[in-house]
């Protein structure tokens, strides 16, 4: 089991540690309510190391191009993209950010669980030589309405003005920080990428400066509240990306770009598409759970869970595009009503879902 730079920080301020994808990664470090209000209201600081980080040299660009389902050639330096990274028949291998460097190139971000799968596949459509996977640093992910004034403090220069998905880099004592203002919970933040050796320092740092840690637990929550999809439960090499809403991360407009998964997706017509739930009746739903409707349709929970902001249970769910009307779901043996609504199921401002048409 993989450890990250910041194993020693994590057991040492008590946090409960779990297997999770071939790592040992905090679940919370006491409370994982606190931890999810904490950034929904103030901020938290994640520790991300276990994800796959990997660089390409500018040159790389061409190629690029044809390995995923977006076009970085619409992107300026300091711009990010979120989108996927497919197979030949038009499925999600991994969801993932790509950050333009300038004249440093291009830095990728993908999931832990798609490691092997995603190194493999760079070095079956890539050349062999222009990349590198960097398993020599550190991501901390500072998320929530304070962490701007923190990150402020913590560079000692404006941060207020940076827009969201984009990137700029910051001296380090080796190596340049890569700092994006991106993040996977709904909330404004940033995303630090570091040598794994100078990782702790700025943990600290950013602790003292009131960021309070949180674990995978509350990341789960913050995402699902956001309507985000997570990897190898609501998507996976079977699912195309307009199945869970994310069709808009693919780029079609020049028909000479044959990026990976073109073909498929220009001739296969999903017949189902995901949809928000919340539950109507006390309960809480869970992935795997069966959802009917009122005409007959059936279909699937992928994601579930208690929103602790809206204190009722919200779900992602895969139904088919047909599924109209009254919905149930059935919880412990018994069917409960559900509302179909269109996700995110909270905003920055908490308010409650959209109802959601067919």
Known sequence: MRRTPLYERHTAAGARMVPFAGWQMPLHYGSQLDEHHAVRERAGLFDVSHMRVADFAPTLAPALRTLFAFDIARLTPGQAQYGCLLNERGGIVDDLILYHRGEAGFRVVSNAGTRERVAERYAALLPASGWSLRDDVAILALQGPAAAGIMAGLLGREVDRWRPFTGQSQPGEGEPWWLGRTGYTGEDGFEIILPATEAGGLWQRAVAAGAVPAG????????????????????DEATLPAQVRLGWTVDLDDPARDFVGR????????????????????????????????????????????????SQSIALAQVPDAADGACEVSVRGRWLPALKVRPPFVRRAPRAPAPMSA
Do not use: K
């Open 263 to 310: 073909q498929a997706l220009e001739t296969v017509t999903p017949i189902t598409h995901q949809c928000g739930l919340v539950l109507q009746a006390p309960g809480v739903m869970r992935a795997g759970q069966h959802v009917r409707f009122a005409d007959g349709a059936e279909g699937r929970i992928t994601s579930g869970g208690w929103s602790p902001v809206l």
């Open 216 to 235: 995978l637990g509350a990341r789960d929550t913050l995402r699902l509240e956001a309507g985000l999809n997570l990897y190898g439960a609501d998507m």
